[in-house]
């Protein structure tokens, strides 16, 4: 028990939101009276009991967090994976101790530093310097502690050179580089990072990643979100999935991306949104060597990704693009027709078919899920996340009768060729 340093047992967060009457419809006087009644009841009561006053004619409550257990212990390096609107930012904002749960609680052994959004705990006015002091002080170090890391924070950092400008002045990047710094080189015994590590540049992610890294490695705990399942991987010993404010999972990293990846792959409702555009795509399909729908294609099949669309103005040009990603969220290969043919298609009829060709499908066997876009010129029309998801299963790619068995399995096959001269 005394290894386990965050425990959350039955938590939930609950929040009211206020919705206004549909101003186009017809009500009566009465009607009006009785919901204005009904408005400065809820405002009266909220204020009676020191809650938050909601804007709005009608009352909505919305769970945020339902019912959520786990366990992190000492050293662990955890990450938190689902939609937008899962709950994970209120999941770390509870246990960051921003906002208090609606039900259940949660034990927390040591102490925290959190990164959560841009600027989180920086005063605008004050130096990078003075800031750095400030967020040190607010995590319980003293002064001498922070003099004793102050350079390699700032090393770190890359600020030297604006260390005594307002941060007010800062750019979004610099801003994460010296609140990440912060955060991970006071020695928290519990490190929590959102997303907001996507603002800075690819050489600092890789850079951060290498640092929480070495925070798990001397038995500090780090709790990590992101949409990037080969950080996750990279960098967590175990996973925790979340949907709709539940845990859908909360095991080992592979497993729970491969849950997360089957889960958000439903074309209907990621698309539902889409179908109000004027131009958008309607569905996508995969067909076999024989021209067959298939969910389930060996390894050096030819294969067709079709896309179907509609589009709202034939005198401009389209193009379409596919991503293919694997299982555990990596993404093996990437074809867009602007690429291939040099320019758009110039259509004749509002509803066709884009069909992307591949004659040999150079993939291992595994999960794939397809994300699917429609652009016009320089302007994306459409964007569906998981179109489509497929299977691929074991193939003679190179026709010799011989098939990978490594441990160590490529993510593509490649076709080639082999010869041999003499020096």
């Known amino acids: 028990m005394s290894d386990i340093v965050i425990k959350a047992e039955n938590l939930g967060k609950m929040y009211t939101i206020g919705h206004q009457a549909d101003a186009r419809r017809y009500v009566a006087l009465r009607d009006v009276m009785a919901q204005k009644a009904r408005t400065l009841w809820h405002k009266t009561k909220n204020l009676a ?58 034990t927390i052994r040591g102490r925290i530093a959190s990164l959560l959004e841009v600027g989180t705990g920086f005063h605008p006015e004050l130096s990078g310097r003075e800031n750095i002091y400030l967020n040190g002080t607010i995590l319980g170090m003293t002064r001498a502690e922070i003099k004793e890391k102050f350079d390699e924070i700032v090393a770190f950092a890359e600020v030297e050179k604006f260390i005594d400008t307002p941060v007010k002045r800062y750019s979004s990047g610099m801003y994460v580089r010296l609140a990440f710094a912060v955060a991970a080189h006071l020695e928290p015994e519990i490190l929590v990072v959102d997303e907001v590590l996507a603002v800075g540049d690819a050489q600092f992610q890789k850079k951060c990643l290498g640092k929480m890294n070495e925070v798990a490695q001397v038995g500090r705990t780090v709790l990590f979100v992101s949409h990037n399942m080969a950080a996750i991987q990279a960098l967590c010993t175990k996973c925790i999935t979340l949907e709709a404010g539940r845990v859908i999972a909360d095991s080992d990293v592979l497993s729970a991306i491969r849950m997360y990846m089957h889960r958000s792959g439903d074309f209907t409702k990621s698309h539902s949104a889409a179908l109000k555009k004027n131009s958008h795509i ?9 021209g067959d729908y298939a969910e389930s294609v060996q390894s050096g099949d030819r294969v067709c990704f079709h896309v179907m669309c509609h589009v709202d103005d034939l005198s401009v040009g389209y193009h379409v693009a596919v991503d293919v990603y694997n299982g555990s969220g990596n993404r093996v290969f990437y074809c867009n027709s602007l690429m291939v043919t040099g320019t758009s298609f110039k259509l004749s009829s509002a509803d066709v078919v884009f069909k992307c060709s591949i004659p040999r499908l150079p993939l291992m066997p595994d999960a794939y899920y397809v994300h699917v876009s429609l652009s016009r010129k320089n302007d994306r029309l459409d964007f569906i996340t998981n179109a489509f998801r497929f299977e691929v299963v074991e193939g003679d790619f190179w026709k010799s009768g011989r098939f990978f068995s490594g441990v160590n399995p490529p993510l593509v096959l490649v076709d080639h060729d082999w010869s041999v001269e003499d020096r």
């Open 282 to 290: 309607t569905k996508m399909i995969l067909t076999d060597h024989r």
């Open 49 to 106: 009991t020191g809650k938050a006053i909601i804007p709005g004619d009608t009352m909505e409550d919305i769970w945020a967090l339902k019912d959520v257990g786990f366990e992190v212990r000492r050293g662990e390096a955890v990450g938190i994976i689902g939609r937008n609107g899962a709950g994970k930012s209120t999941l770390l904002k509870i246990l960051s101790r921003i906002t208090e749960p609606s039900t259940g609680r949660v």
